[in-house]
Structures are given as structure tokens and as C-alpha cells.
């Protein structure tokens, strides 16, 4: 039995042997093949480059016009010099041959540095084939020697020019080949793969010598097309990158045109209207030129802008992909420009139109506030403008620059003035202007004469502005200072907060630096010294706290609300802030969250020094019935009730607030509560508040529309019920280290947040009739009139008018993106659906939609 083993192993070991050996001797005659074929082909081509060096001498002796030998020169090149360089390659390789065997070493020390002769005749081929065509119709006669020849072998002399174009890639196809067919410890192998990578280098320079002739005879042609030399000559460097067909917007007409991106310049090629003539408008490129991609509204899509010296090209786009193309090559080159640049002093600025909001959307006297993003050197802050101030700002600004170019922007009527497509005409010029001034000022600084504001200070801005940046740099310094030494402390896993929460966004965020984060404040708490400072060069206004409590705080001409909730959070000691914000209420208790950004004199009926401030003018204030608003500070960042307890839990100022912000909004009906949980919330209030359980005290914290529901009786008594569960618990819960009162207030906020609107912004809408319409086709009957969105961490939900029952509910995940209007939003899913998306009318629509981001980067960001 072991014999038989034996046997059947040594068969399998010759069988091995022999496949082997098979596979081996096939190696070697590929190996082989690809040899004698390189030798083949290259002899072959090699006779075919004699043929050219015989039609030229042919041609050269049958011209009769000897002035036309530059046309031979032009046609045949340095064919000589290749056919020269490719002999003595194809000596080399032959002489090798002659004793093959299967460890021959036949590529080594082969000279190919001659072939660079190749890019200067791959270069001027096309003009070879001009050339030629030039002289067979000088000289007609010369066809006849061109043809029958038998050493052309019936082929066109053309088709003999084109061969050194075509040869040098395939010697790549013939090192590939022959690698193939070499055996990996082949003596051969390493000749053979520098072969290989001298001629992708070779091939790779020749492209590009090829690629810079073939663009700068493109530079030719539209320098000859436009009439203007310059375009060709003043930078022999000069490059196209990239052309496409879009529409400018110049001076809010559309104009068709076809745009040109050079290494360092962009041309804009149109048709005169009149003369029907070809025109060209150009700009030269620096580093701090800007590409600017802007939203889409409802009449202008596919919007990009480049932002050159003080000029601004406002750009309309075939379709989108033509666009994000077109953004793409131009920061390409800008960026190019950049890393070669040395001019670093001025850092660009970026203005965007990122949204509208109406005010006195009920009045006859409504207008529409421009929202302006302006950022230098990731320094983001807003301005809010009207369109009648822009207007005054743009005479202003000729004044201050006559050599601007400032384009005038179109005024209608004022029946016109709401009108979605007159409103995005002025968002686009109102940029383009503010735009252009800010790289002017930055530039050229003004003279101004007593008693003149300052274009920074006309547009709301910081005094040293310009200067941000820098004063950044010192802040990032010191940030990163107190970072390595946090870095340094042992590591602790704590649970996350609202805080570590929001910080880490604000982190991930750090193209957007808030002005108020590093510039020192002005801004005060007036205190007992409030008729010094009245005297000062500053206002004093009112912010009502919780529970109607005021403060009165000493602000500058330019205070920003953010600056305000910093001071405000200070003085109370309150450990964390960036979900608190200003809210402006009005008579009727409607109110609308103050942006960071918002400078609040700027905010018309507020109570300045006593007296109501405004920024409209009498006739305005009979027609939108102005009475004073008052300014509030509330939490308006609702988180995961896991990160609002882990604040709350560390500051008792917080929750402190916390429980009188939630009672208010108890009264204010944000919760829509059934008997049971109101008894249970109304003791809590009066536990809290040291109140006794009498009718007179609940009917004072609750609206009458609440309280007359129930009789008196049956609230003091359920009441008291509650209030006695309550205290029973809370003695079951004293510790030495926490107050009944502190027990008390955690209790109510573990009950509070349990609420689904606890952790929500709460906005009433109207539903648009194409989405009431959508709804109707498909029988759901909930979506039409008036409802409520609510907006969390989680989702949007969509909630019934009188129960907030949920109706639908939008994961962050699945929305596209959200345009905003003057009185609409728009929430466009990724699946559309609804096919035009959740159309609302509302007239919070741009705070609506920022919260929605908001929420939407915070909840990919934690993911």
C-alpha cells in the first residue's frame, strides 16, 4: 500500500514538473514574439520614415516656385532626426539577438533620451497638414508625384505624416506586452520596467507639449476672433482652461454670452446688439479673486458670481452641472494663482443675499428686510437692510467713488415692491453693490468730510472690520493655547451637554466666526451709575428677563444682539449661553427671534433711553399701528433632554430659568395639556412660587379661556391633591445636598420635558393650496389651513391646529434644501415628495429655515 503511495506521489511531482515547465516555455516563446515583433514593427516604421525623407527630397526638386520651400521645411519637419534616433534604437536591440535564449539580456543600456526629438514634430503636425494643403493648391502639379508611387503602397502621404504621432504610445503597449511574457527573476525584468517608465514619461511629456501648442493656437483664434492682439500676446504663459455658454446680469438685464477661463485672466465674449459685431469684456485674475455660488430662487437658478478687483460678474448658468463645472475650474485657478502669489495683505470678502424677511406683514405699509452674510477671512456677521436704504447707500457710494462701477438698480412701482421676482432682481444687485464697495473701501480708503459716517459704519459694520481678521489670529492663538493644555489633563468620560453639544458644532463649524467671540464689548448692565451713562456717548434700552423682570442694559450705535445675551448671561451667571437668544414681541405676543447679527437700534420700536425708537416715519407709524415691542431673553435652542439635564444639573442659575420659561409657555399655550397634567403643573407653580392653593392665585397665572373651563372648587381641590403627591415624593428624595426648592424644580422639568413641545420650536403656518391640493388628491384631509411645525434635534414634525397631534414627520436625512421667501418656505425632500415641496406661507420664513440647518448640520455633525 505504501508503494502504491509512492508511485502516485512521484507522478504527481512529475506532472507538477511538467505543467511548469509548460507554463514556462509558453512564457518564453510570448516572450519571444514580442521581441521579434517590436523588431518588426520598428524596421517597418523605420523604412516608413525613409519614404517621407524621399517625398521630400521629390517635392523640393519638382517646385517651381522656390520661395514655397518653407512649405517643405513646414511639411516634413525633423523626420530626419527620428528616423536617426529610431535606427540607433533598433540597432541596439537587434545586435542583442542574434543568440537568444531564456535568460538573454537584450534591454539594457538602451539610450532613449533621443526620442524628446518626437515632441517638437508631434507639436507642429497640425501645422505640417496646413501646410501642406497650402502648397498642393500653390503648386497643383506636385499632386501627381504624390500619388502611384510603389513604395507608398497605395497609402496618402498623410497618412505616412501621422505614423511618429502614432508610434511613440504603443512602444507603452510593447513593454506591457513584454513584461507579460517575462518571468518576475528574469535578468531582463528591471531593463525592461525602466523602459517601460521612460516612455510614459516620454509620452506623458509629449501630451503636454502637444496639449500647451494645440491651447495657446486656441488663444490665437479668439485673440484674432475678439480683434484684440492682447488676449494673445501680453503672456506668452497664457492658457484656456475651460468655456462654456451662460447668461451675464448686467444692470438687471439678461445677456447671452460665452465665457472663457484663462490661467489668469476670464473673458466674456457677447454680440453687440446694434452693430452685431463680437465684443469681449475682460478681467484679470489675482489671488483674491472669489467664485461665489448663490441659492436658487424661484426666477434666477444655476447662479455663480466671480468676484474680480471691485468688479462683480453675475453669472446664470445653463444647468446645474454646468455651474458646479464651472465653480470647480475657476477655484482650480484661483487656488493655482494663490500658491504662487506673494501678495497676502488684503483678505478677500465674501457678500451674500442669503435671505428676506417681510415686516408689517399685515399692514399696507409692509416691506421686505434684505438679509446680507458678509465674511472676511471666515469672519461671518449679517447686516439687515431695507430696499428704500439701499438705494440712499448706492448714491452715496458714487459719490464717495466716481471711478466705480456701480450699476444702477432698478426701482418699480411700489404696488410692485412684493412681487417674488422684483424682490430677486434687488437681492442680486444689492449684493453685487455691497460687494463692490467693501473691496473699494478695503482699497482705496475714503476722506471723509465732519460730521460724514463712514461706509463702514452707513453699513452697520465694526470700525475695524478690516482689521478682524488679525485680531482672529490672537484669538486662535490663545484658543489653541488653552487646547493643548486641556489636552495635557488626564482624560474623563463625562456625560455630554447642551455646552459640549453646541461647542463641538460651532467647532466643526470653523469657516463661521461669530464678531462678538473676538471683539471686546461696549455693552453694560446699567446699574445705580444710569444717569452717567445716559451722558456717554451710547443708548440705554430695556430686556425683560422671566417673570416680567427688566434690565437695562448701556449699548453703542452699532450693538449687536449677541453682544447683549453675552452681557446678559454674565450678569445673571449663567454658565452656558449659546442657546439663549434676544426675542422681539409685540402687543399681540407674536414674537420673532432676534438674530446674533441684528443691530438692535436698528430694531424700530424698542424703547431707547425711555422714548420709542424708530426707524420709520410718522405717516408709517398711523398706517402698521406701531406700539412698542419689547425685547425678551429666552433659551431658544431646545436639545435631547439627556444633554439639557446634564446642564441643567450643573447650573442651578439655568434651572432656575428653565422652570420659569417652561410656566410662561405653560400660560402661553405652547403645551397643549389635558386636566390632569395642568393640575399637576399648576401645583408645582405655586410649590415653587411660595403661593397658597386659592382659585385667585391659579386664576391669575392661567389665561381665562383655560381657568373658566373648570370651576374654582375643583381646581383648589385637584390642585392640593397634586401638591400633596408632590411634597410626599420630594421628602422620599431629601438629601443634605439638595434644597426641597432645587428637588422641586428638577422634579418639574423631568415631568416638562416628557411634553413633546418641551424639546421643540413651535411655529404657526398656513398651508399653501398646491400642498392643500397635493393632500386632497390623496385624501389626507389633516394638511390644509393653519398648522403648527415643530422643530427638534430629531425631525420636523408637522402638527394638527387644535390637539398638535403629529400629521407628518421630516427626518433632517431626507431634506434637499429650503428656500426661503418673503412670506413662503419651501422644504424640498430628496425623494419630491410632495413632488413641489412643503409649501408654507409664513412670514418667518428665513428664521424658520435657519433653524432648520441649524438642526439639521447639529444632528450630522453628532452622527
Not at 367 to 383: A, F, G, M, P, S
Not at 541 to 552: G, S, T, W
Not at 681 to 703: G, P, T
Not at 772 to 782: C, E, M, R, V, W
Amino acid at each position: 500500500m505504501n508503494k502504491v503511495r509512492r508511485v502516485v506521489k512521484g507522478l504527481d511531482l512529475m506532472l507538477n514538473h511538467f505543467k511548469k515547465n509548460q507554463k514556462a516555455n509558453k512564457m518564453e516563446r510570448f516572450r519571444r514574439h514580442v521581441i521579434n515583433e517590436i523588431l518588426f514593427t520598428e524596421l517597418n516604421y523605420i523604412n516608413d520614415l525613409g519614404v517621407l525623407e524621399e517625398l521630400r527630397e521629390t517635392l523640393r526638386n519638382e517646385l517651381t516656385i522656390k520661395s514655397d520651400e518653407q512649405y517643405i521645411n513646414k511639411i516634413f519637419m525633423n523626420v530626419s532626426d527620428i528616423r536617426q534616433e529610431n535606427q540607433k534604437f533598433y540597432d541596439q536591440i537587434k545586435s542583442k539577438t542574434v543568440n537568444l535564449n531564456a535568460n538573454s539580456v537584450i534591454f539594457n543600456n538602451v539610450e532613449v533620451q533621443g526620442f524628446e526629438t518626437y515632441y517638437s514634430y508631434c507639436r507642429n503636425y497640425n501645422e505640417s497638414l496646413k501646410a501642406l494643403k497650402q502648397l498642393l493648391q500653390k503648386q497643383p502639379q506636385l499632386e501627381y508625384s504624390l500619388k502611384n508611387r510603389q513604395n507608398m503602397r497605395g497609402l496618402q502621404i498623410v497618412d505616412f505624416l501621422v505614423k511618429p504621432v502614432q508610434r511613440l504610445p504603443k512602444y507603452i503597449l510593447f513593454w506591457k506586452e513584454l513584461k507579460k511574457g517575462t518571468r518576475s527573476n528574469h535578468p531582463d525584468m528591471k531593463n525592461i520596467q525602466y523602459l517601460q517608465q521612460e516612455f510614459e514619461r516620454l509620452n506623458e511629456e509629449n501630451n503636454k507639449s502637444m496639449d500647451k501648442f494645440m491651447n495657446r493656437a486656441r488663444v490665437m483664434e479668439l485673440s484674432k476672433e475678439y480683434e484684440d492682439d492682447s488676449i494673445y500676446q501680453e503672456n506668452e504663459d497664457r492658457l484656456i482652461i475651460y468655456e462654456d455658454i451662460a447668461s451675464i446680469i448686467k444692470e438687471g438685464k439678461e445677456l447671452n454670452v460665452i465665457f472663457y477661463i484663462f490661467t489668469d485672466i476670464v473673458l466674456i465674449g457677447y454680440q453687440e446688439q446694434e452693430s452685431k459685431t463680437k465684443k469681449a469684456m475682460k478681467y484679470k485674475l489675482d489671488s483674491q479673486t472669489i467664485v461665489k455660488d448663490q441659492l436658487d430662487t424661484k426666477y434666477f437658478t444655476n447662479l455663480f458670481s466671480i468676484v474680480i478687483q471691485e468688479n462683480v460678474i453675475q453669472f446664470t448658468a445653463q444647468n446645474k452641472e454646468i455651474k458646479e463645472k464651472s465653480i470647480k475650474q475657476i477655484q482650480k485657478i484661483i487656488n493655482y494663482i494663490k500658491e504662487r502669489s506673494q501678495i497676502q495683505d488684503i483678505d478677500p470678502i465674501t457678500v451674500k443675499v442669503v435671505g428676506t424677511e417681510e415686516r408689517f406683514s399685515y399692514s399696507i405699509n409692509k416691506y421686505t428686510i434684505y438679509i446680507v452674510e458678509i465674511e472676511i477671512d471666515r469672519i461671518v456677521l449679517k447686516i439687515y437692510i431695507r430696499f428704500s436704504r439701499a438705494l440712499e447707500l448706492l448714491n452715496i457710494f458714487k459719490q464717495r467713488y466716481p471711478d466705480g462701477t456701480f450699476e444702477d438698480i432698478s426701482s418699480y412701482h411700489w404696488l410692485n415692491n412684493h412681487s417674488t421676482k422684483v424682490i430677486e432682481e434687488r437681492m442680486i444687485a444689492i449684493e453685487k453693490m455691497i460687494q463692490q464697495v467693501l473691496i473699494l473701501n478695503q482699497k482705496q480708503p475714503e476722506k471723509l468730510q465732519p460730521n460724514e459716517q463712514s461706509i463702514l459704519s452707513l453699513l452697520s459694520l465694526p470700525d475695524n472690520f478690516y482689521e478682524l481678521p488679525k485680531l482672529n489670529k490672537k484669538v486662535d492663538i490663545e484658543i489653541k493655547r488653552q487646547f493643548k493644555s486641556y489636552l495635557q489633563k488626564p482624560e474623563q468620560k463625562v456625560q455630554q451637554g447642551v455646552s459640549d453639544i453646541l461647542d463641538a458644532y460651532f467647532s466643526a463649524r470653523n469657516s463661521q466666526i461669530r464678531v462678538s467671540t473676538i471683539q471686546e464689548t461696549n455693552v453694560a448692565v446699567v446699574t445705580e451709575n444710569y444717569r452717567e451713562i445716559q451722558q456717554k456717548n451710547g443708548k440705554v434700552i430695556d430686556v425683560y428677563l422671566i417673570d416680567n423682570q427688566c434690565e437695562k442694559i448701556y449699548i453703542q450705535e452699532i450693538t449687536r444682539a449677541a453682544e447683549i445675551v453675552k452681557v446678559l448671561a454674565q450678569q445673571m451667571q449663567l454658565k452656558y449661553y449659546q442657546d439663549f437668544k434676544l426675542i422681539l414681541e409685540d402687543k399681540y405676543l407674536n414674537r420673532r427671534v432676534i438674530d446674533d447679527d441684528e443691530v438692535i437700534l436698528q430694531l424700530h420700536k424698542i424703547s431707547v433711553n425711555g422714548i420709542l425708537n424708530s426707524s420709520i416715519n410718522k405717516i408709517e407709524q398711523f398706517w402698521t399701528n406701531s406700539n412698542e415691542e419689547k425685547l425678551l431673553f429666552r433659551k431658544v435652542i431646545y436639545l435631547d433632554p439627556k444633554y439639557e439635564f446634564v446642564e441643567i444639573y450643573q447650573d442651578w442659575v439655568r434651572m432656575q430659568y428653565l422652570v420659569l420659561q417652561f410656566f410662561e409657555e405653560i400660560r402661553e399655550l405652547k403645551f397643549l395639556l389635558n386636566r390632569q397634567k395642568l393640575f399637576l403643573y399648576i401645583a408645582f407653580y405655586l410649590i415653587i412660587k411660595k403661593q397658597d392653593v386659592k382659585y385667585e392665585n391659579i386664576q391669575k397665572y392661567l389665561k381665562s379661556e383655560i381657568f373658566d373651563q373648570i370651576e374654582p372648587k375643583e381646581w383648589e381641590m385637584e390642585v392640593k391633591k397634586y401638591i400633596t403627591q408632590i411634597n410626599s415624593q420630594l421628602l422620599q428624595l431629601e438629601t443634605e445636598k439638595k434644597s426641597m426648592v432645587y428637588l422641586c424644580q428638577y422634579q418639574f422639568l423631568k415631568n416638562i420635558y416628557y411634553e413633546k413641545e418641551a424639546t421643540m420650536n413651535i411655529y404657526k403656518l398656513e398651508v399653501h393650496r398646491e400642498l392643500q391640493a397635493t393632500f386632497s388628491k390623496l385624501k389626507i384631509h389633516d394638511i390644509k389651513g393653519n398648522i403648527y411645525i415643530g422643530l427638534s434635534q430629531q425631525k420636523i414634525s408637522l402638527l394638527t391646529p387644535l390637539d398638535k397631534k403629529v400629521i407628518q414627520e421630516i427626518q433632517y436625512q431626507e431634506i434637499d434644501n429650503i428656500q426661503s421667501f418673503p412670506n413662503k418656505l419651501v422644504i424640498h425632500t430628496k425623494q419630491n415628495k410632495p413632488e413641489k415641496g412643503w409649501k408654507f406661507i409664513t412670514f418667518q420664513s428665513f428664521e424658520i429655515k435657519m433653524l432648520i440647518n441649524f438642526y439639521k448640520e447639529l444632528s450630522l455633525n453628532e452622527s
